[in-house]
Nanobody, 126 residues
């Protein structure tokens, strides 16, 4: 049974930092592309960042480039999203996801992924 469990969200002020974690079980974590998406109220789920199986390749949405850093520790079956200089527009539910058909960078659309976490709320106040 595949499980992806996010943690690390919360309520912060603009300019603060948060680090999200995603722990995977039930899959050979080191073999697959992973990604973060987010969904704000009334909006579609949008791509945030993806990382290749080794962690050597990454891609970011323009809206978070330079502020967010994605990484993974395959020994711990864990992916991270370090979020700095947070803005109110970063407020959303953040989802961890795995693409079991890809060991490079994952796709930029949600339908390309196989498993999703339950999501975790990040709220940034102005």
């Amino acid at each position: 049974q595949v499980q992806l469990v996010e943690s690390g969200g919360g309520l912060v002020q603009a300019g603060d930092s948060l680090r999200l974690s995603c722990v995977a079980s039930g899959i050979t974590f080191r073999s697959y592309a992973m990604a973060w998406f987010r969904q704000a109220p009334g909006k579609e789920r949008e791509f945030v960042s993806t990382v290749s199986w080794s962690g050597g390749n990454t891609r970011y949405a323009d809206s978070v480039k330079g502020r967010f850093t994605i990484s993974r520790d395959n020994a711990k079956n864990t992916m991270y999203l370090q979020m700095n200089s947070l803005k109110p527009e970063d407020t959303a539910v953040y989802y961890c996801t795995a693409d079991l058909n890809n060991y490079g960078l994952g796709p930029l659309v949600p339908k390309g992924y196989d498993y999703w976490g339950q999501g975790i709320q990040v709220t940034v106040s102005s």
